[in-house]
């Protein structure tokens, strides 16, 4: 017989700001012996080294973590030139090293260069796989392996400050955007190799940074006020267009039952009597609303 689940049926989406030096995993394990929540899941993860933004989901939010998967993300990094690591960050060997012989408006004039789309090779040192094992584990084993340069587009580089050994630079991305590769093919770009020193997450999809709360200040509420800062699920959903029904189609729906309501084709959110959000959807080319991932009802709801 299958262990039960130990918490409460906590539904909802935290906003979290995790601090660097942990695995997002624990972070989330953190966050969710603090809610006492049953189920927990997150949105994508990010380095240990990373701080900032990371969307944790609960209960029936758990069903919808994918929708931020796709979203463009926002950070905040800051890029140390002349040293060049394994690993492309801060926690890597040196495995070169350079003077810096350029100015602030070289520097601008090479982050204009990085702009748009381009071909970004996986860095060894990622979670990314290969034959069933994560890049990192060869990498940490001595193999390197050929990796297939893949298309990431990069939406805006600004420079926010530069020092002359360090810049920081705002920049907004495309999933699967490595910023540690990025900062590495700036420094070759640029003669003297460079790593990430340090990346802060601003924005994902609508959410953004503003919204987040710390695990310190998650801790050092009150329980029965923790989950205060939760967003309802459709937090996730904000990008997708809106179906509202009438409580007949809405009971069909829960069903499981396809509807003709027309509409253009596409992935919707759905919603029911009280604007309560049932699922999501999609519209087939022929108009009909056929249900993809429904939120679990009480007894007398069905």
């Not at 029936?60 to 994918?66: Q, Y």
């Not at 690591?85 to 003077?99: F, K, N, Q, S």
């Not at 509807?259 to 009909?288: H, K, S």
């Amino acid at each position: 017989m299958a262990r039960a689940r130990r918490g409460a049926a906590v539904d909802g989406v935290l906003l979290l700001d995790k601090p660097s030096g942990i695995t997002s995993n624990a972070a989330l394990q953190t966050a969710r012996r603090l809610l006492a929540a049953a189920k927990a899941g997150h949105t994508g993860t990010l380095d240990p080294l990373a701080s900032g933004l990371l969307a944790l989901t609960f209960g029936e939010a758990t069903k919808f973590s994918a929708d931020l998967l796709e979203a463009d993300k926002a950070y905040r990094a800051t890029v140390r030139f002349g040293v060049r690591t394994g690993t492309a960050d801060a926690e890597g060997e040196v495995i070169a090293t350079a003077p810096v012989a350029f100015d602030r408006a070289r520097l601008a004039m090479a982050l204009s260069e990085f702009t748009g789309t381009l071909a970004q090779v996986p860095p060894m040192h990622s979670a990314l796989k290969r034959d069933g094992r994560a890049l990192y584990e060869y990498a940490r084993a001595g193999i390197t392996v050929e990796r297939q340069a893949r298309p990431v587009t990069i939406h805006r580089l600004a420079l926010v400050d530069f020092d002359g050994a360090s810049a920081v630079v705002d920049l907004e991305c495309s999933k699967g955007t490595y910023v540690r590769a990025l900062a590495d093919d700036l420094g070759l770009r640029l003669g003297c190799g460079a790593h990430l020193a340090a990346l802060r997450r601003t924005r994902v999809g609508a959410l953004t940074l503003a919204q987040a709360v710390t695990l310190e200040a998650l801790a050092a509420a009150a329980p029965a006020q923790r989950r205060q800062w939760l967003l309802p699920a459709d937090t996730l959903l904000s990008a997708l267009p809106r179906v509202l029904l009438g409580e007949p189609q809405a009971r069909r729906f829960l069903h499981g039952n396809g509807l003709d309501l027309g509409g253009a084709a596409g992935r919707v959110r759905v919603y029911g009597p009280g604007d309560r959000l049932l699922g999501t959807a999609e519209i087939d080319q022929r108009g009909a609303l056929n249900p993809r991932r429904l939120i679990a009802t009480h007894p007398d709801e069905t």
